[in-house]
């Protein structure tokens, strides 16, 4: 059974890096993509971005410019980087595995969530 | 973007009825729809991929259709455990995008 689990901080200074990590157990982390979905009451789910297991990035163009994504396949973990927080940025965060099929791709497994909120 | 127009935003219904809920998009998408479940506090889960296939160990009563721009999940005898947020998401480019929700809630 593949688990991921979100840790990090949960208050974050706003103008300051927001930094997460996730830890996958139960499954390599090889030949699959890996997703940050964050979601707010206002705005919903969003999707962040991903990156495959051998490291290249998909980003949310209204983030791009804020986010960076990387992997550590030695430790089984993906990370997610947002600088400039507002608290806009205030949110849950949720990591999750990206499954692509030959016709479909989803986002199979999740974690928990992780409330993160921007304040000073 | 992809837009997706999920309706109605929120439901009441009793245990046994059936629910249906839709979930317009922006451009044609073919198929690339997928379903979620949501309870509070914790992360969604998925129900349905590819417009209409069961994702393992979700019970048949969920059902999805529809393809293009207009899909439909269905709920055909509405279950205790089945009362939730519901979310359509597509896959059909980036960045990924999800409807806004439709609670389903006791009548």
Redesign the interface.
């Known amino acids: 059974q593949v688990q991921l689990q979100e840790s990090g901080p949960g208050l974050v200074k706003p103008s300051e890096t927001l930094s997460l990590t996730c830890t996958v157990s139960g499954d390599s982390m090889t030949n699959y993509y890996w997703s940050w979905i964050r979601q707010t009451p206002g705005k919903g789910l969003a999707s962040i971005g991903y990156i495959s297991s051998s490291g290249s990035t998909n980003y949310n163009p209204s983030l791009k410019s804020r986010v960076t994504i990387s992997v550590d396949m030695s430790k089984n973990q993906f990370s997610l980087k947002l600088s400039s927080v507002t608290a806009a940025d205030t949110a849950v965060y949720y990591c999750a595995r990206v499954y692509r099929g030959y016709y479909f791709e989803v986002f199979d497994y999740w974690g928990q969530g992780t409330l993160v909120t921007v304040s000073s | 973007d992809i837009q997706m127009t999920q309706s109605p935003s929120s439901l009441s219904a009793s245990v046994g009825d059936r629910v249906t809920i839709t979930c317009r998009t922006s451009q044609n998408i073919a ?2 729809l ?1 379903w ?1 479940q949501q309870k509070p506090g ?5 129900l349905i ?2 417009a209409s ?1 069961l ?1 393992t160990g979700v019970p048949s009563r969920f059902s999805g259709t529809g393809s293009g721009t207009d899909f439909t999940l269905t709920i055909s005898s509405l279950q205790p455990e089945d009362f939730a947020t519901y ?1 359509c ?1 597509q ?1 059909y480019s ?8 439709t609670k389903v809630e006791v009548k």
Do not use: D, E, I, W
């Open positions: 198929n690339y997928n979620y914790k992360a969604p889960r998925l991929y590819a296939s994702q979310y998401q896959s980036t960045p990924q995008t999800f409807g806004l929700g």
